[in-house]
């Protein structure tokens, strides 16, 4: 057996295979911003949901939003950083009573499941989901999944950057995985969080 040669040839397909998932990523890295977001929130609604997870923006988010006027209730749902971002909404002015708290989920999917009867007990018909911009996709659908009967948008953490370039930027980990974890939503829980037609025409201009 030649070694100097399979040596070689072993590490030919380890370079092309490191190449090929650096390609990847950098495409997916560039493509995050387009297909990744959803639309705005429009108007006002019953409760603002902020989920855990890189907690302080986006209990500084929900709080503003609260403070906007846009609904009258917070509901903070995800372990870790719960009680933190309570606190942060209580120093940004939202008072003790307009806040609710969820501690036990684990998982954006476990996110929807464990609220629904929160959201349910206080009559909730329609919310303004607080996260990352990479995860408001995955978030939406699994609310909707959840809780149909109700009305799901989204508001969400993103800096201001091009669309080419906030993958880059902002968390480019957790945007990486954000691809993997929509797939695995969608085989493991049905969970479908595609992008929208409307999205891969943007990236073609």
């Known amino acids: 057996m030649n070694i100097a040669g399979v040596s070689r ?13 650096a390609v990847t990523a950098a495409l997916a890295l560039t493509l995050a911003g387009y297909v990744l977001p959803v639309s705005r929130s429009a108007g006002r609604a019953n409760a603002i949901v902020a989920l855990g997870g890189f907690g302080v923006p986006r209990a500084e988010l929900a709080a503003q939003l609260f ?8 509901v903070v749902t995800g372990a870790g950083d719960c009680d933190a971002m309570r ?3 209580l120093a940004r002015g939202v008072p003790a009573k307009a806040i609710l708290t969820e501690c036990a989920s684990r998982s954006t999917q476990e996110n ?10 206080a009559h909730v018909r329609s919310a303004v989901l607080v996260t990352h911009w990479f ?3 995955r978030a939406l659908a699994a609310f909707r999944a959840a809780l149909p009967e109700m009305q ?13 370039r906030v993958g880059w930027v902002s968390t ?3 945007t990486l995985a954000e691809f993997t974890k929509i797939l695995w939503y969608a085989l493991r829980y049905g969970i479908v969080a595609g992008p929208q037609p409307e999205q891969f025409a943007a990236v073609a201009q």
């Open 9 to 21: 040839r072993l590490g030919r397909s380890v370079l092309i295979i490191a190449c090929s998932a």
């Open 67 to 74: 403070l906007d006027g846009v609904a009258p209730l917070v």
């Open 87 to 89: 606190d942060i909404l």
């Open 112 to 121: 929807a499941a464990f609220a629904s009867g929160l959201l349910r007990r």
């Open 135 to 137: 995860h408001a996709r």
């Open 152 to 164: 799901f948008t989204a508001e969400a953490v993103r800096p201001s950057e091009p669309s080419w």
């Open 172 to 174: 480019p980990g957790a």
